[in-house]
């Protein structure tokens, strides 16, 4: 977004962003922390706001911009549309799209138009209800031709290509899924901040797969806020704070609290109890959150991270000794945490970018409180976290691309 300060009242004004002039209509610049954004500011329309392009792009492919709605507004309908004549008339640009759940997502629609166009996204339903518009990219003609590659952003960061910094960008490792009655033990749940496969019978996540950039952890935390997901389906268990009481074993986040500070709804969402599992206190307050703080500082550096953690087995050993369960029963204690962590420096167009020496940390702890504090004794290979689950991990990178770094093992920057 640009420069100037939030506005506090929809306006009627053309603002000057990096890429050039836009017209507000019935808009502002957003800076709350109910406005949804990968960086500082994002544009939030409301009634039927419009924003529009007063700038012509040439050779243009495709048009992706980011959406969400505003807090927790329901949903509105949102429209894209195109101007070939400098803003005389437009046309509508793919189908309207309905913006609903909570944090960004993307809309792209073809253009491939040689000569000059711009844009205007419009607002066309939902009245009061607000949208969120960040990111706007414009690719060209020839996506494989860098001279030929466009990108105009909204945003004070490099504007991301479609898909980029999604929490699943790397593959499903389980292919998981959302259908409850064939797939409850690998049961595929999107929070929005991260996304999980779910074990219903063990009553934990298999993995938790989330992505980390420079927004997401700008210090802004909640209350310890821990908390049964009561939007799992009906008549499934629900594991509650307090069902870990006395167990011996802390609440151990899979994504953690300190990766999601961009917002208290962030950071909230990482309490939900279906993103913790039974962790020997030891490994979690001191293994774990040293391989955590150790992942930040590389995205402080100037990295992002894309991360998957998971836990398999039944049996580990916490404050009160050996368990293979809690609460009656219903809990399962895993007897190995792992994670891998790939770490790419910041950019566009991610998936590409991964490559043969793309630095990437795989480790596979015992839960056991009798744990090494230095996470580096359990540095394993992806390859062996493969062989121990079944999982097929970045699978969505090329075959010899996994071939490369999943072999290897992390010997440090």
Known sequence: MPDRPGSKS??????????????????????????????????????NGKLSMQFDIENVGKVTIYEAPYGKDRTSELQLWASYNGGQSYQQIGQSINASG???????????????????IRKISGGKNRINIDDIVFTGMDEKSSSNNITATASSTDAPVSGDNENLLLGNPSNANNNVSTSADNYLIDHNYYIESYNKTKAEPNWVSWHIGAGDITGKRGPDDFRADTTLPAKWFKVDNTYYRGSGFDKGHNCPSGDRSSSSDANSATFLMDNIIPQAPNNNQHTWEHLESFCRDRVKEGNEVYIIMGSYGTGGTGRNGYATSIYKGKINVPAHIWKVAVIIPNGNN???????????????TPNDDNIDPNWM???CSVRDIEKATGYNLLSALPQDVQDAVETKRFSGF
């Open 10 to 47: 929809y306006v009627n004004e053309s603002f000057e962003f990096k890429s050039g002039r836009w017209l507000l209509h019935d808009a502002l610049i957003g800076t709350t922390d109910n406005d949804v954004k990968h960086g500082k500011r994002s544009i939030r329309l409301h009634n």
């Open 350 to 364: 991610d998936l590409h970018r991964v490559n043969a020496e793309t630095k990437v940390i795989a480790i596979d």
């Open 102 to 120: 909570y944090g960004l997502s993307y809309l792209t629609a073809l253009i491939n138009h040689t000569g000059p166009v711009r844009i205007e």
């Open 377 to 379: 004794k359990y540095i």
